[in-house]
């Protein structure tokens, strides 16, 4: 199908000219799909689980004393990214980001649940029958997202308007393969429309995307979809990021698929996707907790990690502990210095449960500063290692100062020059892909001289970031309910996906 597909779209050969990114998706993933077919929806979670695998951690040797204290460090390297997303209303001064694109363009396409054949009322019921919505038009151009713009889509097509089609489409029940929002119109989206097209008669099934075809995909918005066909979806999304390590958005797409429908399988998976994302083990635990509760068949697998996260704990024996305490934090620190900080914070916290020091207080708050966007609680962390006497509690005040940020003078002027420098760093880490230190960043300076884009920078660097997905939704909540925002349309697009679908950042490369 997809080779017949290419053909109708004029293509070349696959041995002449690679097929498009959704196109080679679909031909990796097309004998997992067939070998789905048939299978209820817990038979195919259960199928789709994420393996359980190696822990992310590796195994750490060698000793050391209890409480070493790390060596402090600059701000954290970025890696190289381009998602240029940010508000470009900032007042402060004035501002140099460009208005966005709203999403990456790499697509990752991944098709492994069959179509589920359902059909549903929608609007173009009440249309003319086999009213065209082709032509001659080339494809269409980008546009701006949730601005309710409907420009004409085919394969080829690319931008918010493609984000938009492909986000209401993830969202109906009568379309079987999930698709990645990256603004991408390939050969998976266009099927997607097919199939939408073709359980919505009168409209043509031609695969392009006019006024009758966007005020069905509309219509759909508002009417009840069967939720297990949308939840296969969410799953299958979230299967693939976590294959990726992307096992933030993996988290918030496997919770938004056990909202649809729930199955215990998928809270292993949410288990498995804070557990390999580090720093989050109390929820990890308790999602462990849950589906040996619910009496999930990898419940033995669930215990053990269960034991892993929480550590030894106090033995009352001072050598065994001092022992293990050492064992704990020698593997902490060869996880810090190989820049996997979560992971770090976690064996650093079991050793201090062991055996507290304040050196770890220090050791757990550096590796809270350097994973960044948990500003108050490495604030907290240096503040209790200040409060203990810690020998570093010069370095400990410069580096809680700094996550602070500067106060509110109230000189307008002064106020808004020290906003504008943190907005601006802010936007440099956004920019290179670092969402942790960027929220921190747009934090501060919000704090300094608030500003509504401020809040709209917050969220959008949460829902890069993942696995923050109700702070996310309070701050587009916030910023609309304040008003004045240039960007209400693309806030309520974005909200929309994270209430519905879990998640929403363009595919990129892991």
Known sequence: MERDVQQRAGAAPA??????????????????????????YDEQVARLSPASGASSRPVVGGEGPVGEALPEEETPGMDASGVPVLDPEEAIGGSDVPASGGGAQESIASVMGPGTGTSMT?????????????????????????????????????????IELQSLLNHTDEVGQSLHVDGQFGG????????????????????????????????????????????????????????KGDFAHAYDLFTSADEHTHVAAITFDRAQSLRRLGARSDEAIALYEQYIAEGG???????????????PGKSGDEAADMHSARALWDKGRTLYEAGDYSHAYEEFTKADQVEH?????????????????????????????????????????????????PEKTGVEE???????????????????????????????????????????NRAQSLRMLGARREEAIALYEAYLAEGGGTREGEARFYLEELRTQGASAPSKAI
């Open 15 to 40: 041995s002449k000219k690679p097929l498009d990114p959704e196109q080679q998706g679909a031909s990796r993933d097309g004998q997992l799909r067939r070998s789905l077919q048939g299978l209820s």
């Open 122 to 162: 929608s609007a173009a019921d009440t249309l003319p029958k086999k009213a065209p919505e082709g032509g001659g038009a080339a494809p269409a151009s980008s546009s701006t997202l949730g601005s309710g713009a409907r420009p004409m889509l085919r394969m080829g097509s690319s931008g918010d308007s493609v």
């Open 188 to 243: 998976l989206t266009l099927r997607a429309v097919q199939q939408f097209q073709a359980g919505n008669p009168p409209l043509v099934v031609d695969g392009i995307v006019g006024p009758l075809t966007w005020a069905a995909l509309d219509g759909s918005k508002g009417e009840p979809q069967a939720p297990e066909p949308v939840a296969r979806k969410l799953y299958e999304r979230g299967t693939d990021a976590y294959g």
């Open 297 to 311: 068949a990898r419940s033995v697998e669930a215990q053990g990690y269960i034991v892993e996260l929480k550590g």
């Open 357 to 405: 020091r304040s050196a770890i207080t220090f050791d757990r708050a550096q590796s809270l500063y350097k994973m960044g966007g948990r500003r108050e609680e490495a604030i907290a962390l240096y503040d209790q290692y200040i409060a203990e006497g810690g020998a570093r509690e010069h370095d400990a005040r410069l580096t809680a100062a700094e996550l602070r940020g």
């Open 414 to 456: 002064v106020d808004n020059g020290a906003a504008k420098s943190l907005y601006q760093k802010g936007n440099a880490l956004y920019q290179a892909g670092d969402y942790a230190h960027a929220y921190d960043e747009f934090t501060k300076s919000d704090n300094v001289s608030h500003r509504v884009a401020s809040t709209f």
